[in-house]
């Protein structure tokens, strides 16, 4: 079943007993900056029922920009290195070639000019190191999904 996203409120959600289809659903952004998640919900005889949308705690919505701020870093990271070595004329094979180290470097320089310019709280030691880690990950991961093989 594709839940459509929209928001609601409780007034629009059945009366009916729901039971959650057991899946968790991607987190949305709407236009109004209201971020919240979705549940596909089926009424009492199977029939889909409206999609209900459950508002995230601030810290969790924090925790969720930060993660994914982190995530879409390593993955442009690994792009990077991909098209810098191609440039070279060389092929983006073998293991990754980035560190923890250069992960912690480009989170910090990319999270504090981008909570700054969302006019968020700092960010702390701990969630630097978090997203450092994130990023290095999701780009070792797009890196070796993308890996050419190497020449004999």
Do not use: N
């Not at 810098?84 to 320089?109: C, K, Y």
């Not at 997203?131 to 890996?147: G, L």
């Amino acid at each position: 079943m594709k839940a459509l996203i929209t928001p609601v409120t409780l007034a629009e959600v059945p009366k009916l007993p729901i039971v959650p289809t057991g899946e968790p659903l991607d987190a949305v952004v709407f236009g109004d900056g209201v971020v919240a998640t979705k549940v596909a919900l089926f009424d009492a005889v199977s029939k889909p029922a409206a999609p209900v949308v459950a508002p995230k705690s601030r810290a969790e919505l924090r925790r969720m920009f930060l993660e994914q701020s982190a995530i879409t870093l390593g993955q442009s990271w690994a792009d990077q290195w991909r098209d810098d070595l191609r440039r070279e004329g060389r092929p983006a094979a073998g293991g990754w070639p980035g560190t923890l180290r250069e992960a912690r470097v480009r989170v910090e320089h990319h999270l504090l000019a981008e909570v700054t310019r969302r006019k968020m709280s700092a960010v702390t030691e701990a969630e630097r190191e978090i997203a450092a880690r994130k990023a290095y990950a999701s780009a070792r991961a797009q890196w070796c999904r993308q890996a050419e093989p190497e020449a004999p």
